[in-house]
């Protein structure tokens, strides 16, 4: 599967995650964790530098939020909207930047 491919696949869990723990987190945690062990083994699929500038400095800095916003996912937000709203924005960023890959890299 191409890079681009798998940040949609990042995307769209993120998404997912973010809509449910804001429609109720606690309900809806066994799913969001299963999600966030999809989406952590997604992240170790690109282990490579991005073949676009602007995307791998996007990508790198998801990374660095991604490992804060995974742990308090795992372990329950203090703010279960705020939390679902990163989720939801980092979802759309990836969406966007993903436009700028063509094909696999």
């Known amino acids: 599967m ?43 699929i690109i282990n490579q530098p991005i073949k676009n500038s602007l995307l791998d400095r996007t990508f790198t800095s998801f990374l660095t939020e991604f490992k804060t916003l995974e742990k308090e996912g795992r372990e329950g937000p203090h703010d279960e909207l705020g939390w679902a709203e990163k989720m939801m924005t980092w979802g759309n960023i990836l969406t966007h930047r993903s436009s700028l890959l063509q094909g696999s890299l």
């Open 2 to 44: 191409d890079v681009r491919s798998r940040l949609l696949d990042i995307a769209m869990n993120l998404n997912r995650v973010g809509n449910w723990a804001a429609d109720d987190y606690n309900a809806k945690q066994k799913r969001i964790i299963t999600f966030l062990d999809q989406t952590s083994e997604y992240v170790k």
